[in-house]
């Protein structure tokens, strides 16, 4: 259950690349990305299980890079990341099928504490189809 | 099919009631009423007054319970088509939303590169692209909420904390609540078992009660966010908010969809009717208590362990 896939994808370069390296050092196979285009292409190329995603990003946000990612890949969990709390995109984000929305800063076992049920979710999703 | 029975007449109806009823039922037995009405001439004359009496009264609870029933199945029905046709329309509505956005983005990008005379043009050129880009996004929100309300989302059920979930949510809204001078209290039963239930669906139904209630109140005030035991088997969330209230006869409406009291371009009125589409959905009820100008309570009561449910709304 321990081992699963992980894409974090936040164009701050300094938490992202942190962020990987912590979740790499629990063993999770992680890759980072710095925007909502690059982790399409990121998922084009190979399955996730759970993606970690910054909502404010230049370019594609986070609610678009969301909405076309659970069109995609709907069994994929997303878990929202957000500096800057907003309640409507909150709204907007569990209503397009995010995991969780979760304000920065998160303390690491808070935030994989999160990623290990949206895995659990993933595998009850696949269980049933 | 049942008589109707003048409960409210003295005992001189109740000799007369067995043989009637035995009279009833020869008459009904060609209609295929033999079986109900015989059992229950039988039933009738056996029992003393009191049983009879016990017995009507409860004729008649049952009456007034299927009526109810019945109102509820076809409000139950009536919302079901309005919402597949909503959805219908959202969802054809949102391919040229999408179209006008992608467009007027690029317009934007076009714009940068170009020149005006009149650099006040260019700025109101902006200001215009803005405008519609805004305006699509407020559609497509609307359009997404009712695509929402029609959405047959199958709960996928797992242990949650749920003071953990609340405390989540309460933080996303405390900093918005925190500019209007609204406080948040908690009040989290600390012995709470997990809750088996679907976390994204409940993050949803509560994030929504958070948000109509400091939206409920304009010039600060308290939430208060409460969970607690409901019996052996059931846990309670409570949010309450010391807002404007709601008037006694909007009560039975606020679950409507569509139902808002909020200027355009705040409310759509859409998220309470989700909200208890969800919990209805997570096997639990949702009930509201409200004192105008005090305020305003939304419970939910859900089940410690889920179960899958009969076809329900
Ligand atoms: N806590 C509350 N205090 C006072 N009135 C409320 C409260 N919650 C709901 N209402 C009333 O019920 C109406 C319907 O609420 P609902 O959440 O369904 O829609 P909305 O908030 O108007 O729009 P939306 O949720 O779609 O943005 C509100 O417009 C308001 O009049
Ligand atoms: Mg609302």
């Not at chain 2, 046709?85 to 317009?107: C, D, F, K, T």
């Not at chain 2, 170009?114 to 109101?124: K, V």
């Not at chain 2, 052996?232 to 409507?256: C, N, Q, S, W, Y």
Request: with cysteine; glycine share 8%; proline share 5%.
């Amino acid at each position: 259950m321990e081992k699963f896939k992980v894409l974090v994808v936040d164009d701050e370069d300094d938490f992202r690349e942190t962020i990987v390296k912590r979740l790499r050092g629990r063993h999770l196979d992680t890759t980072g990305v710095a925007s909502g285009e690059e982790a399409l292409k990121a998922m084009e190329q190979e399955s996730f299980d759970v993606v970690v995603l910054d909502v404010r990003m230049p370019g594609m946000d986070g609610i678009e890079a969301l909405k076309e990612m659970k069109k995609r890949w709907p069994l994929t969990e997303v878990i929202m990341l957000t500096g800057h709390a907003s309640v409507e995109s909150g709204i907007q984000g569990m209503q397009l099928g995010a995991f969780d929305y979760v304000m920065k800063p998160v303390p690491l076992d808070e935030l994989l504490d999160k990623m290990r049920q949206a895995y659990e979710r993933k595998r009850i999703q696949e269980g049933k189809f | 099919m049942w008589p109707s029975l003048p409960l409210g007449a003295g005992r001189g109806w109740l000799p007369w009631l067995a043989p009637t009823l035995t009279l009833l039922a020869g008459l009904c037995l060609w209609e295929g009423g033999y079986r109900f009405f015989s059992v229950a001439a039988v039933a009738l004359s056996a029992l003393g007054c009191a049983g009879v009496r016990a017995l009507c009264v409860r004729l008649a609870q049952a009456e007034n319970a299927r009526q109810l029933l019945d109102e509820r199945l076809l409000t139950t029905q009536k919302l079901a088509a309005l919402g597949e046709l909503a959805a219908g329309i959202s969802h054809e509505i949102n391919n040229p939303l999408a179209i006008i956005r992608q467009e007027a983005e690029w317009l934007r990008e076009l714009l940068s590169g170009a020149r005006f005379q009149d650099p006040a043009q260019l700025l109101e050129f902006r200001e215009s692209l803005q405008e519609i880009i805004l305006a699509v996004e407020r559609a497509r929100e609307v359009t997404g909420k009712v695509l929402e309300l029609a959405r047959e989302r199958q709960p996928v059920i797992q242990k949650l904390d749920l003071n953990r979930l609340l405390e989540d949510m309460a933080r996303l809204v405390e900093h918005e609540a925190r500019r209007k001078n609204i406080r948040m209290e908690r009040r989290f039963a600390p012995d709470l078992p997990p809750v088996e239930s679907d976390g994204p669906l409940l993050r949803q139904a509560v994030l929504n009660l958070l948000t109509n209630a400091y939206q409920a109140m304009e010039d600060g005030g308290t939430i208060t966010l409460t969970s607690s035991w409901a019996g052996p088997d059931h846990v309670k969330i409570a949010i309450r908010d010391t807002g404007v209230g709601i008037p006694p006869e909007m009560l039975d409406k606020i679950f409507l969809p569509f139902f808002t009291t909020k200027p355009p371009g705040t409310g759509t009125g859409l998220g309470l009717a989700i909200t208890q589409t969800i919990i209805h959905r997570l096997g639990g009820t949702i009930s509201v208590a409200s004192q105008p100008k005090h305020g305003t309570t939304f419970t939910i009561v859900l089940p410690l362990s889920w179960e899958p449910q009969e076809q329900k709304g």
